[in-house]
């Protein structure tokens, strides 16, 4: 099996399929350690994780932080509301302070794409990007890769039509990085204001009808549908948006086969997702969140589990 | 350079013997196996085979990775490859016999042990191993041997069982 050579995961566009692999099945092996009642080993007793989020979010953090935990080491969650940041700092000063604290490793999330490429080009540490604007979100798709091969057993061949809105969204380009190196057929499906020009070329098919992206689905990849695209008249209306491209039991009921639901949280419901599809049995939004733990405890495993 | 200490019948019959002194000073009742991967495991499944047969009733086996655990990973230049710990029964209260394929530092061991104790708190451990070749770090030593062999601290010694490697033998080999 291949070795990990990264100092960095920055984004699923640098990784090759081995790569990718690599995480995943070391992935595999961490999922059992959650099952335990001391849900703990020592791997990476000593080091010292640093969370910089410069945007809010709850669950990346938190599954962050709990992979950091199961593997014993120290995590520090940097506020930045209450940081330097607002003081004027720059962001890659502020690394390079908190590095000479001797830390491991910064898990950075910044609404500016490109931020955690631009902190781990100026730190020795390893840098993991946990989502950067519209760029890229690999853990997430990650996440997402292990969740569905762990369901299907495989990855090449599946198909998955990811809706909504793919041109604002970073959990969107890293999964059709991701789907296309193994190997899956990735349709992408939204209103046209949505879908970035020359997506094609990222070797996906591109449909405006949502019939047309459920019927030859095997996984429906619902993403969230922010509520600030209607004030940047990027939709005439959220309603209109829920009415068309809404998950609901109608476009569900004329499905022949079973189709299975993804969604990267949180969850509009009633815009994106009904109520009744996001319960259903063949949901796999709550299996998405269980296997991050893994994935993010693999990723750091690989990363700074030993010495380079 | 290589030197057999083991051939496929000898093997046989040392883990025989093995099974013997166990049932013997151990007793069957309320034990479980648990292997250190990779090779431990499948000696864990033969000696299994041949004390359920004895017992007549299922003993629970789990099978350990000891990667996580190990004391070297400062000193390892790359991550070494993780498999599945896979132990599903309660090892609260049980008599664990922990096997492994050979004894050499103690450090494997340690690391196990460390890894058991995360999973509860077995009423006794026991330590089996098919090969003992000395050359211990550790204070710690085996319960139950299947052969002692005099090695150099330089030489490898390989079990290679069939479920793995096609065939069942010990080697010696210089580096």
């Given at each position: 099996?291949?070795?990990?050579?990264?100092?960095?995961?920055?984004?699923?566009?640098?990784?090759?399929?081995?790569e990718i692999e690599l995480i995943l099945n070391?992935?595999?092996?961490?999922?059992?350690?959650?099952?335990?009642?001391?849900?703990?080993?020592?791997?990476?007793?000593?080091?010292?994780?640093?969370?910089?989020?410069?945007?809010?979010?709850?669950?990346?953090?938190?599954?962050?932080?709990?992979?950091?935990?199961?593997?014993?080491?120290?995590?520090?969650?940097?506020?930045?509301?209450?940081?330097?940041?607002?003081?004027?700092?720059?962001?890659?000063?502020?690394?390079?302070?908190?590095?000479?604290?001797?830390?491991?490793?910064?898990?950075?999330?910044?609404?500016?794409?490109?931020?955690?490429?631009l902190i781990s080009k100026n730190v020795s540490?390893?840098?993991?990007?946990?989502?950067?604007?519209?760029?890229?979100?690999?853990?997430?798709?990650?996440?997402?890769?292990?969740?569905?091969?762990?369901?299907?057993?495989?990855?090449?061949?599946?198909?998955?039509?990811?809706?909504?809105?793919?041109?604002?969204?970073?959990?969107?380009?890293?999964?059709?990085?991701?789907?296309?190196?193994?190997?899956?057929?990735?349709?992408?499906?939204?209103?046209?204001?949505?879908?970035?020009?020359?997506?094609?070329?990222?070797?996906?098919?591109?449909?405006?009808?949502?019939?047309?992206?459920?019927?030859?689905?095997?996984?429906?990849?619902?993403?969230?549908?922010?509520?600030?695209?209607?004030?940047?008249?990027?939709?005439?209306?959220?309603?209109?948006?829920?009415?068309?491209?809404?998950?609901?039991?109608?476009?569900?009921?004329?499905?022949?086969?079973?189709?299975?639901?993804?969604?990267?949280?949180?969850?509009?419901?009633?815009?994106?997702?009904?109520?009744?599809?996001?319960?259903?049995?063949?949901?796999?939004?709550?299996?998405?969140?269980?296997?991050?733990?893994?994935?993010?405890?693999?990723?750091?495993?690989?990363?700074?589990?030993?010495?380079? | 350079?290589?030197?057999?200490?083991?051939?496929?019948?000898?093997?046989?019959?040392?883990?025989?013997?093995?099974?013997?002194?166990?049932?013997?000073?151990?007793?069957?009742?309320?034990?479980?196996?648990?292997?250190?991967?990779?090779?431990?495991?499948?000696?864990?499944?033969?000696?299994?085979?041949?004390?359920?047969?004895?017992?007549?009733?299922?003993?629970?086996?789990?099978?350990?990775?000891?990667?996580?655990?190990?004391?070297?990973?400062?000193?390892?230049?790359?991550?070494?490859?993780?498999?599945?710990?896979?132990?599903?029964?309660?090892?609260?209260?049980?008599?664990?016999?922990?096997?492994?394929?050979?004894?050499?530092?103690?450090?494997?061991?340690?690391?196990?042990?460390?890894?058991?104790?995360?999973?509860?708190?077995?009423?006794?451990?026991?330590?089996?191993?098919?090969?003992?070749?000395?050359?211990?770090?550790?204070?710690?030593?085996?319960?139950?041997?299947?052969?002692?062999?005099?090695?150099?601290?330089?030489?490898?010694?390989?079990?290679?069982?069939?479920?793995?490697?096609?065939?069942?033998?010990?080697?010696?080999?210089?580096?």
């Amino acid at each position: 099996m291949m070795e990990w050579k990264r100092k960095d995961l920055i984004a699923l566009e640098d990784l090759s399929r081995e790569e990718i692999e690599l995480i995943l099945n070391t992935a595999k092996s961490f999922k059992e350690v959650s099952t335990r009642a001391v849900k703990k080993v020592p791997a990476l007793r000593g080091k010292t994780i640093v969370n910089l989020f410069f945007e809010p979010s709850t669950r990346t953090k938190t599954s962050f932080e709990l992979a950091a935990k199961r593997l014993s080491a120290d995590v520090l969650s940097f506020d930045v509301s209450t940081s330097s940041i607002s003081k004027g700092e720059t962001i890659v000063d502020t690394a390079k302070n908190i590095e000479a604290m001797k830390v491991d490793c910064f898990i950075i999330r910044h609404s500016v794409a490109g931020a955690p490429y631009l902190i781990s080009k100026n730190v020795s540490c390893a840098v993991i990007n946990a989502g950067d604007g519209c760029h890229e979100h690999p853990t997430q798709a990650l996440l997402d890769l292990f969740t569905v091969k762990e369901k299907f057993g495989r990855i090449k061949g599946i198909k998955i039509s990811i809706i909504g809105d793919i041109l604002h969204s970073r959990v969107a380009r890293s999964n059709i990085w991701g789907f296309k190196k193994l190997g899956a057929e990735v349709t992408v499906c939204g209103p046209p204001p949505l879908i970035p020009l020359d997506i094609e070329k990222m070797g996906v098919r591109v449909t405006y009808k949502i019939e047309d992206a459920i019927e030859n689905a095997d996984i429906l990849y619902i993403l969230r549908l922010q509520k600030e695209r209607q004030r940047e008249n990027f939709l005439p209306s959220l309603k209109e948006y829920s009415k068309i491209y809404g998950i609901d039991r109608d476009k569900f009921l004329k499905l022949k086969k079973k189709v299975f639901i993804m969604h990267p949280g949180p969850m509009n419901r009633g815009i994106e997702i009904k109520s009744e599809i996001a319960e259903k049995d063949n949901s796999l939004i709550l299996e998405q969140v269980t296997n991050g733990i893994a994935v993010r405890m693999a990723v750091l495993y690989l990363t700074i589990g030993s010495k380079r | 350079m290589e030197k057999k200490a083991l051939n496929a019948k000898e093997m046989s019959e040392v883990i025989e013997n093995l099974a013997k002194e166990i049932e013997r000073s151990v007793g069957l009742e309320n034990l479980a196996i648990i292997g250190i991967k990779r090779r431990g495991d499948i000696l864990a499944e033969r000696l299994r085979g041949i004390l359920q047969k004895k017992y007549k009733r299922e003993i629970p086996i789990g099978f350990l990775d000891i990667t996580l655990y190990r004391d070297d990973f400062s000193k390892i230049g790359a991550n070494p490859v993780i498999s599945e710990t896979d132990i599903k029964f309660d090892i609260n209260e049980r008599k664990i016999l922990l096997v492994d394929d050979v004894i050499f530092t103690g450090r494997t061991v340690r690391a196990a042990l460390d890894a058991i104790i995360d999973f509860g708190r077995p009423s006794l451990i026991r330590l089996a191993v098919l090969i003992d070749r000395n050359h211990r770090e550790l204070p710690i030593q085996p319960d139950f041997v299947g052969k002692v062999i005099e090695t150099e601290k330089e030489e490898i010694v390989e079990v290679k069982v069939k479920e793995m490697d096609g065939k069942d033998e010990v080697v010696i080999e210089k580096k």
